[in-house]
């Protein structure tokens, strides 16, 4: 049997030492690769906390809007963007060139799916490339990508070393898993424990220090591979029991149950049990894809991973069955499908956030579509989408768009929509979030996952 992963034990080097100093007088300078959901916060976070900053990304057009302190992230509101430019410890940068400069660079570049839904990881190498063009003694890189395990040792690492600097020596390089969750009130970059694995002692020496001067809490790994691995389980984690109470609201279904009262009775249990609820299926950057990551390398170890599968096969049947429940409601009504007028409320992946990557939203507005129904959508996160057949806008949420609807279908629950008002006018809906839990809808009947 092979042994677990460990990183190389090495003594301090110099350019270890210099950059600990560094660190600790907040000297060191700051380059973020990618300003996206994860990039940009860690480098308002980093710029907050005392370090010189330059967020770097291939989006012109992203860059030219930060550096007039807008804020496409929700978690980062205008006014701490421009206290970090004004405050000249934050810039945005479409060019690379000045990256040798940077003591500390962190990549936070997408990691999403092929057409083949084989991990795409052509974003981690352009960006490792980027890095090793002027990579010198005394950097440290974090790569902070979900990806799976093996990639920092055996995709990126090989890119640094044709530079003949040593790792561990010379430069430093780690992962440590971006674990952000948008929207969240109580847990923010500060506050969430943060996984670090190196390639050397050296290098989770240099990672720790970093990260630990301006967040809570750093936990060392034995390797960049328990890290890796260890985004994946937290990941997986969520889409397999996002499956499992999917697959129990069906059966609640069957048996003429209500999944969301099960599921609350369930969670009276003080131990032994987590809540999770059922939806339209799974959204967002991370849990629909990287569950693929890692059982696509399993797959080159010729194992199946088994959960991650079946859990992918029931999330992405749910916009299916959606539109079966919608096609049900209309049939009370003596409705068919084809022709019928259907408002999608909240085509984001969650509540209170803009984001619609991977949206199970866009996927029942197509199924619906394509029965012939007329759908239109609001959410006061996202006034226009690109859908198949064009770009569709955010209708206004007013009455008569309620009462002329045939059926209303709630994908989002976001805090800012009047669902009281929902259920007095709409003549018929389906909630996939219970947003009308408690509520009387005198006109329609509802039906819900
Ligand atoms: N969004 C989340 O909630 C979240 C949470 C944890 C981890 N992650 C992971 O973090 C990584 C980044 O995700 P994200 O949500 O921030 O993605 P994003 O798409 O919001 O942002 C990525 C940014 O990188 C830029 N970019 C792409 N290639 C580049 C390059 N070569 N050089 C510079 N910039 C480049 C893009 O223009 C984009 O602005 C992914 O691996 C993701 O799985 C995301």
Redesign the pocket.
């Given at each position: 049997m092979s042994q677990p992963k460990r990183s190389t034990v090495l003594e301090p080097s110099e350019a270890l030492r210099a950059l600990l100093a560094k660190i600790a007088n907040r000297e060191a300078r700051i380059g973020i690769?990618?300003?996206?959901?994860?990039?940009?916060p860690l480098a308002v976070v980093m710029a907050e906390a005392g370090f010189d900053v330059t967020g770097?990304?291939?989006?012109e057009e992203?860059v030219a809007q930060l550096n007039e302190g807008t804020s496409y992230i929700g978690d980062i509101d205008n006014s701490r963007l421009s206290a970090q430019l004004g405050a000249g410890l934050y810039r945005a940068r479409s060019t690379?060139e000045d990256l040798g400069e940077r003591d500390v660079i962190s990549i936070?570049?997408?990691?999403p799916l092929s057409k083949t839904r084989d991990p795409d990881i052509s974003?981690i190498v352009?960006?490792s490339e980027?890095v090793a063009r002027s990579l010198r003694p005394g950097q440290l890189i974090v790569l902070?990508?979900?990806?799976y395990p093996g990639t920092t040792e055996e995709l990126v690492l090989p890119i640094f070393e044709k530079t003949g600097l040593k790792v561990g020596i010379d430069y430093f390089l780690c992962f440590s898993?971006?674990?952000?969750?948008?929207g969240n009130p109580r847990f923010d970059i500060r506050n969430t424990p943060r996984l670090m694995g190196g390639i050397t002692s050296n290098c989770i020496n240099a990672g720790a220090s970093m990260y630990g001067s301006f967040l809570e809490q750093v936990v060392q790994m034995s390797s960049t591979q328990a890290a890796e691995m260890a985004?994946l389980l937290e990941n997986t984690f969520r889409a397999v029991n996002i499956g499992l109470v999917n697959e129990v609201a069906l059966m609640c279904k069957k048996l003429g149950l209500e999944s969301w009262e099960v599921i609350d009775a369930a969670a009276t249990k003080p131990f032994g049990f987590m809540k999770f609820y059922p939806g339209p299926g799974l959204g967002?950057?991370?849990i629909p894809?990287?569950p693929h990551y890692l059982s696509w390398i399993l797959k080159t170890l010729n194992y199946t991973a088994r959960f991650v599968e079946l859990a992918s096969e029931v999330n992405t049947s749910m916009p299916t069955y959606v539109t079966e429940l919608v096609t049900e409601a209309l049939n009370a009504h003596k409705k068919p499908v084809n022709g019928s007028k259907v408002v999608v409320l909240g085509i984001a992946y969650k509540a209170n956030v803009s984001?619609v990557?991977e949206s199970p939203a866009l996927d029942v507005i197509e199924l619906l579509r394509e029965k012939g129904a007329e759908v239109v959508y609001h959410d006061p996160y996202v006034p226009d989408v690109r859908l198949g057949h064009g770009t569709q806008t955010s209708e206004a949420l007013t009455d008569d768009l309620l009462s002329s609807a045939d059926c209303v279908v709630i994908t989002a629950k976001h805090s800012s929509i009047d669902w009281r008002r929902v259920a007095a006018l709409a003549p018929a809906i389906v909630d996939t979030r219970n947003a009308t839990q408690g509520i009387e809808a005198p006109k329609a009947s509802i039906y819900k996952l």
């Open positions: 690769i990618g300003q996206g959901y994860v990039g940009l770097y990304d291939v989006a992203k690379f936070c570049v997408p990691t974003y352009q960006a980027d902070e990508s979900t990806t898993p971006e674990r952000v969750d948008p985004k967002g950057h991370c894809v990287d984001d990557r």
